[in-house]
């Protein structure tokens, strides 16, 4: 029988967590990394796309940044996402993630600008309710702000943070990158500190990154540091006996028991895919048969 002896030396989580956004019941939290792993045609694209979809409906994501080679002959299987193709197309270069990185950084700028704007303006209304004769060099600012003709606005419904962006990849198996050497590095950084991106003074805003492979662990597709990081795994029909085992192996922190029976119950829909939630509000939440039914 084990011996123990209790001490006074108590665990304090913090009050706070970087990344981390209210999303509606049922869904999967956020930001994290969310895997689609399925052959060729099995439905990866349009499972990833009706997800985002519904985050964009409920004001969780903002804005949807692609990596992708293969956009213009997928724009239909994108619609729906409000992606500006002349801003938010990216090709999976090995300076890919670099690209990613400057567009976050502008967003979180341009919201720092337009916090300071907004500041001012309260100092302007408040000169000018005020009885003393305006300061000329305010006056001379308030103008250049453009005060006098309109309020700031922020260009999202909510002001209180930065444009919230989902990362999405798509087609990128075996691009440069996912290739070793700067390309796989920077993207490994990336995903690893998805919730750490888009800073502002203390505080990490995050965004969420996904991505559609048709293998869960061949050379240049998905690197290890970032599966063992995923928040949600779909996983497609799949008879590779030696993927599945893989998959297996890396799900060290779940119940395998009835792992196979739920993975062939799901899959055996029309383009169904087995759901599994890494961080689920309870245990009877973590499998799902595409994202609707519970699987317990």
């Avoid at 087609?171 to 993207?187: A, H, I, Q, T």
């Avoid at 003074?201 to 995923?230: D, F």
């Amino acid at each position: 029988m084990l011996k123990t002896k209790k001490i006074n030396f108590p665990i304090i989580p913090p009050k706070r967590t970087s990344g981390k956004i209210p999303v509606p019941e049922h869904m999967p939290a956020m930001h994290g990394i969310q895997l689609w792993i399925g052959r060729r045609n099995a439905g990866k694209t349009c499972a990833a796309k009706n997800l985002i979809k519904r985050y964009m409906d409920a004001k969780c994501i903002e804005r949807v940044i692609l990596v992708t080679p293969t956009y213009r002959s997928n724009v239909h299987t994108f619609q729906g996402l409000n992606i500006n193709e002349e801003e938010d197309i990216i090709e999976p270069t090995k300076n890919a993630v670099s690209l990613v990185k400057q567009k976050l950084e502008s967003e979180v700028k341009e919201w720092e600008e337009y916090l300071v704007k907004k500041k001012k303006y309260n100092e302007y209304l408040k000169s000018m309710q005020s009885d003393t004769q305006m300061d000329p060099f305010k006056l001379l600012e308030y103008m250049d702000f453009g005060f006098f003709e309109e309020k700031p606005k922020w260009k999202r419904e909510d002001d209180s943070h930065p444009t919230r962006v989902y990362v999405l990849c798509d087609d990128v198996f075996g691009s440069p990158m996912l290739r070793m050497g700067k390309g796989m590095e920077d993207f490994i950084n990336l995903c690893i500190a998805h919730r750490h991106q888009m800073c502002s003074g203390n505080t990490g805003y995050g965004c969420s990154i996904g991505i559609l492979s048709q293998s869960y662990s061949a050379t240049s597709s998905i690197p290890r540091a970032v599966r063992e990081n995923c928040t949600l795994l779909c996983l497609f029909l799949n008879s590779d006996l030696k993927q599945r085992e893989k998959i297996k192996s890396e799900l060290s922190d779940i119940q395998l028991d009835r792992f196979e029976q739920m993975w062939d119950y799901a899959c055996s829909k029309p383009h169904g895919f087995l759901c599994i939630d890494m961080h689920p509000l309870s245990p009877d939440k973590r499998f799902r048969s595409q994202y609707d039914e519970y699987l317990m």
